[in-house]
């Protein structure tokens, strides 16, 4: 770039979630007396920003590979996570990445092999290399018939090196032995286990510490399962996928649309909305990787994060600064995750809050009930209730009918606990110069009637309610497993909550011993007959 001269260069980059790129930005200044330079990125559901320090680390990384192929979603519709079925799509998406990572592999043949077109020994180490290659993918050593199937046989006088290395990667990148877990043993041995863990905390490979701790047999016990469980929280990929769930546990990556009605709600921008998002964002991660990781902050904490613009729009008294600081706020207002401003703008409407929206998010994930789908879905108009009755009366009266009474006896009170909230989350005490009505009496699933008078008798409820928290615990393993709870026995669940509840809610421990029950299970063996 030419002295004195004022330029933005950009470019789009292709990235997963949860892994480590490298970053390298060359800049030099000559005869200026002043200069700058800043580095923007726009993230998902967000606007451009200078990229957070938090999310920089100067701890060194190598260049990552990241495929193009697009793999379609999975077909969760039976409950399991990776669906029960290999459709056609997703079998063609793992051919042509296959494909793809082959022909990476082959253009940097002598970078992976260590090695130099001109060495002597140049196709042993490339051979060398193959093993290693199908043994991580297997995420065990290799047995003497695979090595001779999956590797020496595809080296042969007819054919170059890099034609038989191309072989080896898409023999062993579309073996069934890499593209599902849980095939080797009912029985897991220490590689079965570390695969096992590798999945639930990072959803990739184990690194070479697991490889060799599995190699020395150190990983049967629970002491030892848990022990590593524990170290690999630390890595940046445990990090992501807990933060991936706590967006799901708040419905996050539901909210696409969150704006409003600029007469009623000015200044309310895209910033802001981007802001409130990285609000929350910090708040889960914050909580969930403190010293205490207590579950019951994520629902009593009197705290935001705020920046700047945040704490201005809100009117919030604070010594923000463009980055994100804990701001301590009034425990009557503020109640975690259950009154942060993005969750209650994302659960309203354009012009009004949303009873509805609310109270349906509170009951399935916060208070851990599950809900019928509605046997005829009503839309919200506005336009036809007289405009002086209040947000509360108008769903009073939307569902009133006893078929809407059977869900809505259990949605409407925990719903209307919130409106004391705007529809971008502010408290108010009034809508429309009356008084807001909060108080509401609530039916719990064993019969008993609680009286709720505001957003934190709700998350008071929550925090003490054993099936609020069985609930998390379960919404936790499922994401980690893959699979439903029940499938590890029927006394996991009393077993984890007991001890959820005996660590003080400590959610990393939570983790540990949901990533030790599945590492350490037994799977059963299923056997065909035929008469």
């Avoid at 409130?276 to 708040?283: A, C, E, N, W």
């Amino acid at each position: 770039v030419a002295s004195g001269e004022n330029s933005e260069h950009k470019a789009n980059i292709r990235l997963i979630g949860g892994c480590a790129y490298p970053l390298r930005l060359d800049y030099f200044k000559s005869q200026e007396k002043t200069s700058s330079i800043a580095l923007h990125w726009k993230p998902p559901h967000g606007g451009v920003q200078p990229i957070p320090a938090r999310n920089l680390s100067p701890a060194g990384k190598g260049p990552t590979f990241v495929v193009t192929t697009p793999f379609p979603p999975d077909d969760s519709s039976v409950g399991y996570e990776r669906g029960v079925s290999v459709s056609k799509a997703w079998d063609e998406a793992t051919t042509r990445a296959a494909i793809e990572t082959a022909n990476h592999v082959v253009k940097n043949l002598d970078r992976f092999a260590r090695s130099k077109p001109a060495d002597e020994d140049r196709d042993a180490k490339i051979e060398k290399f193959c093993s290693d290659f199908v043994a991580a993918a297997f995420r065990r050593p290799l047995a003497d018939e695979q090595k001779r199937i999956f590797v020496s046989s595809q080296f042969t006088n007819e054919r170059s090196a890099e034609e038989s290395v191309k072989r080896v990667v898409l023999l062993t990148l579309k073996s069934p032995r890499f593209l599902y877990l849980g095939l080797n043993s009912s029985e897991p041995d220490d590689f079965e286990i570390a695969s096992r863990l590798a999945f639930s905390l990072w959803d990739s490979l184990p690194n070479a510490d697991l490889w060799k701790r599995a190699e020395r047999g150190e990983l049967h016990t629970s002491q030892q399962v848990n022990e590593q469980a524990r170290r690999m929280l630390k890595d940046v990929r445990a990090r992501a996928k807990v933060q991936e769930f706590l967006r799901q546990w708040v419905q996050m990556n539901r909210a696409e649309d969150l704006s409003k009605d600029a007469t009623l709600y000015p200044g309310f921008t895209p910033e802001i909305v981007t802001d409130l998002r990285t609000s929350l964002d910090v708040f889960l991660e914050n909580t969930f990787w403190d010293d205490s990781s207590d579950y019951r902050k994520l629902l009593l904490a009197n705290y935001l994060f705020l920046n700047n613009r945040l704490a201005q729009f809100y009117g919030f008294a604070t010594n923000a600064t463009e980055d994100f600081v804990k701001v301590e706020l009034n425990p009557k207002e503020r109640s975690g995750v259950v009154t942060h401003p993005y969750l209650l703008a994302a659960f309203s409407y354009q012009k009004s809050t949303s009873p509805i929206h609310r109270g349906v998010f509170l009951t399935r994930n916060i208070v851990g009930r599950a809900l019928k789908s509605p046997p005829v879905a009503v839309a919200f108009n506005d336009a036809e209730f007289a405009p002086h009755l209040s947000m509360r009366e108008k769903v009073a009266q939307l569902t009133s009918s006893k078929a809407c009474q059977t869900c809505h006896s259990v949605i409407n009170p925990l719903g209307f606990s919130l409106e004391h909230y705007d529809a971008i989350g502010r408290f108010r005490t009034q809508e429309n110069e009356n008084p807001i009505n909060a108080v509401s009496d609530y039916l719990t699933d064993d019969g008993q009637t609680v009286r709720f008078s505001g957003a934190r008798d709700v998350a008071e409820f929550a925090v003490g309610s054993e099936h609020a928290q069985n609930a998390f615990v379960e919404q936790l393993f499922h994401h980690v497993v893959k699979q439903p709870l029940l499938a590890y026995g029927s006394d996991v669940m009393p077993r984890l909550r007991q001890s959820f509840v005996d660590s003080g809610f400590n959610m990393q421990k939570l983790l540990v011993e949901i990533s030790s029950i599945s590492a350490l299970h037994r799977t059963e063996k299923l056997t065909a007959s035929t008469k």
